[in-house]
């Protein structure tokens, strides 16, 4: 590859004091990390139901997910959550805490999810998003959900509702 700095050939090394190998460039030494990206959402919930958005792109698309999405530079996690609830749903949450940690080392992904509480009650399909329903645990489209974070994520709240759990974090590793 080339560098982003300037532009010349760049070459695979393990960095001094460093254990994996990088790119780097062979010109000016800028070292080309690649880190894992992180999706920010929110797991919106009214009187024990659940909002899922159905997704009007691909991946996934025309299956149920929560709102979420990769966090932006200069925003918090939480307002990260609240932003991506805001664009895909027109929602208003209060933000309760963090509820799902789930790592998709193989793809450098990194989902956290917040367990959250739906304020407004003008919720509606935006940004990426066909259609938004609030489903009550016994309804829970499983056959149709887009990612295995968002079964995590539900299966766990059914799960802590069942047992009287609040407070605790569920992480699949
Ligand atoms: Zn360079």
Same mark, same amino acid.
């Given at each position: 590859?080339?560098?982003?700095?300037c532009?010349?050939?760049?070459?695979?090394?393990?960095?001094?004091?460093?254990?994996?190998?990088?790119?780097?460039?062979?010109?000016?030494?800028?070292?080309?990390?690649?880190?894992?990206?992180?999706?920010?959402?929110?797991?919106?919930v009214?009187?024990?139901?659940?909002?899922?958005?159905?997704?009007?792109?691909?991946?996934?698309?025309?299956?149920?997910?929560?709102?979420?999405?990769?966090?932006?530079?200069?925003?918090?996690?939480?307002?990260?959550?609240?932003?991506?609830?805001?664009?895909?749903?027109?929602?208003?949450?209060?933000?309760?805490?963090?509820?799902?940690?789930?790592?998709?080392?193989?793809?450098?992904? !990194?989902?956290?999810?917040?367990? &959250?509480? %739906?304020?407004n *009650? $003008?919720? /509606?399909?935006?940004?990426? @998003?066909?259609? !938004?329903?609030?489903?009550?645990? &016994?309804? %829970?489209?499983? *056959? $149709?959900? /887009?990612?295995?974070?968002? @079964?995590?994520?539900?299966?766990?709240?059914?799960?802590?509702?069942?047992?009287?759990?609040?407070?605790?974090?569920?992480?699949?590793?």
């Amino acid at each position: 590859m080339y560098c982003i700095k300037c532009g010349n050939k760049t070459k695979k090394t393990i960095p001094t004091g460093d254990n994996v190998f990088r790119e780097i460039c062979s010109a000016c030494e800028y070292i080309h990390y690649v880190n894992p990206n992180i999706i920010v959402g929110a797991l919106p919930v009214h009187s024990g139901s659940i909002l899922l958005c159905k997704r009007d792109i691909e991946p996934g698309f025309g299956k149920w997910t929560l709102p979420s999405g990769f966090m932006e530079m200069g925003e918090s996690l939480e307002d990260g959550a609240k932003r991506e609830a805001h664009e895909e749903a027109n929602l208003e949450l209060n933000i309760k805490y963090l509820f799902t940690t789930y790592s998709l080392p193989r793809i450098g992904q !990194v989902y956290m999810l917040y367990l &959250s509480e %739906i304020v407004n *009650d $003008d919720y /509606a399909a935006m940004h990426e @998003t066909s259609e !938004v329903k609030l489903f009550s645990k &016994s309804q %829970i489209p499983w *056959d $149709d959900i /887009a990612f295995s974070a968002v @079964t995590f994520a539900l299966q766990n709240y059914i799960a802590d509702s069942k047992n009287g759990i609040s407070g605790k974090c569920h992480s699949n590793y």
